[in-house]
């Protein structure tokens, strides 16, 4: 017997209502082809609204959280907490040990709970509570950090096997990519942010003005994710304010996308055997690797205020000037995915943003000219939008059953996240103003990152190719279940 839990009542009402329509046509129990297309568009802004409306502003905030220390760095920060040496890398790299060591065991709870509402804000609460009053000194600091990497670990991969729930395969891209701009907005939303209060709250009620930044942005955190505990929905099964027939419609998505139900249906032998599966699977690795490689050439993030300010301004204007190229990669991020999701192609997507970004590193290292290097971090940022490809390429690569995706999903991005803790040590100071030797690793991890993108194309290729002779011995003459190479 299947451990996947949920609303049993709900799932027994699905399936005696969908016991009682003629199977030879789906969309008989919606009363016809358009009232069934008129209630999926109607289903899928209930949806956008209650978890892209939700978890895009979580996003947001927890990462302008989470990455104001490089902002800080620009305002007293390092000295009030008398760092030195690496110091500050090992502090922006401890985060990601506890990170990584949780996420599976994370989605593989959420996957059993299936209560998402209650479970990722209430990770973000805790999180951001925490992080208003971080720093005294260097050991507290680590300490704490290392320890919220256990409680963030739960949300970015709990959302991609939200959205694995609830979109099919050429839905995910779009919503991936929104939900991932949320990271990218969040460098230029918190650098505009940053600005503001440390240019003018040093000194207030006796605090630097970078605690003020960790105060401010932590409490809005803590009071967002609170209001999404009453907004965000569950799973298609356990979601209660749905009317019958939206929950019927959204677990017959499900199914029609990957020709089996996304359930408990597929659930032989229970979580573990999800488990199992994911671990051993080849290409769950294949990828993390490919993922950390690219993570590592995605690494000029967390010293974004540092390299803006080798273009020679004020720390006021620096910080303004990292809002643009952000800006910027959220749009490509946007329209490079929904243009994966409507031509149903992944690598050539992911390649050309990464190889336009191998042309930003190349003109940072070839050049100190002001405008040049300014294009070139344009063109660095715009990487992130092939890296959301790719979260949208594995999230419908592993399609069943669900346990098995939720911890592929988890170990991938866990895993991943080894680059965050490599790249963390990969600007040094000793290394500017110019930062070549940076910049010629991430150009050597980005192409690594394109060459396993490929072999995994090839892969899922072949994959393909062996779904589709089987189809044609059977004489099935209808096309089954590919993936999206």
């Known amino acids: 017997m299947s451990d996947y839990t949920g ?65 800080a760095r620009l305002r007293g920060f390092e000295t009030d907490l008398h760092l030195k040496g690496q110091e500050f890398a090992t502090l922006l790299s401890i985060l990601y040990v506890g990170y990584i060591i949780m996420q599976i065991p994370s989605n593989m709870f959420l996957n059993y709970i299936g ?18 009053d971080l720093h005294s000194h260097f050991v507290g600091a680590l300490l704490t950090r290392f320890f919220l990497g256990f409680v963030e670990a739960a949300f970015f991969p709990g959302a991609l096997f939200l959205l694995s729930k609830w979109y099919k395969r050429e839905e995910i891209g779009r919503r991936t990519a929104i939900l991932y701009c949320g990271n990218l907005i969040s460098n230029a939303f918190g650098s505009l942010m940053a600005s503001g209060i440390l240019s003018g709250m040093q000194g207030t009620l006796g605090h630097a003005a970078w605690r003020w930044l960790f105060y401010i942005e932590g409490s809005l955190t803590v009071f967002v994710a609170i209001c999404a505990m009453f907004i965000l929905p569950d799973f298609p099964t356990t979601t209660k304010w749905l009317t019958p027939s939206e929950r019927t419609l959204a677990v017959q998505r499900m199914k029609e996308d990957a020709g089996v139900g996304d359930q408990g249906e597929t659930e032989v032998g229970g979580q573990s055997s999800g488990l199992v599966q994911a671990l051993s699977d080849w290409r769950v690795w294949w990828m993390s690797l490919a993922m950390t490689a690219q993570v590592v050439s995605l690494s000029f993030n967390a010293y974004f205020p540092t390299l803006s300010a080798t273009l020679g301004f004020n720390d006021t204007v620096t910080l303004l000037l990292c809002a643009p190229p952000f800006a910027f990669a959220s749009l490509a991020a946007f329209f490079l995915s929904r243009h ?30 002001t405008a040049a290097r300014y294009v070139s971090l344009f063109l660095m940022a715009q990487s992130y939008a092939g890296f959301v490809v790719v979260y949208a390429w594995i999230s419908n690569s592993f399609p069943r059953p669900p346990s098995k995706r939720a911890v592929a999903l988890a170990l991938m991005n866990a895993f991943s996240q080894l680059g965050n803790v490599a790249g963390s040590y990969v600007f040094p100071t000793m290394w500017g103003p110019t930062y070549r030797n940076s910049y010629g690793i991430c150009i050597a991890c980005a192409g690594v990152g394109i060459v396993m993108c490929w072999v995994f194309k090839m892969s899922l290729t072949r994959l393909n190719e062996k779904m589709e002779r089987e189809e044609k011995e059977k004489g099935i003459t209808e096309e089954g279940f590919r993936y999206i190479v």
């Not at 209930?46 to 895009?56: E, P, Q, S, Y």
């Not at 209560?115 to 208003?132: A, D, F, H, R, W």
């Not at 149903?344 to 940072?364: M, P, Q």
Request: hydrophobic letters at 40%; proline letters at 4%; glycine letters at 8%.
């Open 340 to 369: 994966s999701d409507q031509t149903k192609e992944r690598f050539w997507h992911v390649a050309c943003s990464f190889g336009l970004g191998i042309v930003g590193f190349i003109i940072a290292i070839g050049t100190m000219n």
């Open 115 to 132: 209560k998402p509402s209650l479970y990722l804000p209430g990770c973000m609460v805790s999180s951001s509570t925490s992080k208003i």
């Open 7 to 71: 609303a049993d009542e709900e799932k027994a009402e699905i399936t005696e209502t969908t016991a009682s329509v003629d199977e030879s046509d789906p969309d008989a129990k919606f009363g016809g082809r358009e009232a069934r297309l008129a209630l999926e568009r109607k289903l899928l802004w209930k949806i956008d609204l209650r978890i892209l409306g939700v978890l895009v502003p979580i996003y947001i905030l927890n990462y302008v959280d989470r990455n104001n220390a490089g902002a």
